[in-house]
């Protein structure tokens, strides 16, 4: 069965940093999109970023762009969301998702529609 279990959310002062996790069971990397999702209360659930199961190839969203990196590592069937120079406004729950995608990207899958799969959610708090 697909399952994603994200971990690594936490407190943190701005400025600081935090790596999430998102470890996948049920299917292969390279055969599945990967994106990551936040949500705060009252607002809906925001694209973050995303990398393709073919090549790796990854897109971010404007407010996030040159601080939080995507990556995976294939033999830990895991993907990571290193995020740096955090702000208050990166307060979140944040969700790993995965769709069945083994192909390169042509536009940007920063939408939750696109992704059948989702994680519990780990909860990232910037805050001084």
């Known amino acids: 069965q697909v399952q994603l279990v994200e971990s690594g959310g936490g407190l943190v002062q701005p400025g600081g940093s935090l790596r999430l996790s998102c470890a996948a069971s049920g299917f292969t990397l390279d055969d599945y999109a990967i994106g990551w999702f936040r949500q705060a209360p009252g607002k809906e659930r925001e694209g973050v970023s995303c990398i393709s199961g073919d090549d790796g190839t990854t897109y971010y969203t404007d407010s996030v762009k040159g601080r939080f990196t995507i990556s995976r590592d294939n033999a830990k069937n895991t993907v990571y969301l290193q995020m740096n120079r955090l702000k208050p406004e990166d307060t979140a729950v944040y969700y790993c998702?995965?769709?069945?995608?083994?192909?390169?990207?042509?536009?940007?899958?920063?939408?939750?529609?696109?992704?059948?799969?989702w994680g519990q959610g780990t909860q990232v708090t910037v805050s001084s």
């Open positions: 998702a995965a769709v069945d995608y083994s192909g390169t990207f042509l536009y940007p899958r920063l939408r939750p529609y696109e992704y059948d799969y």
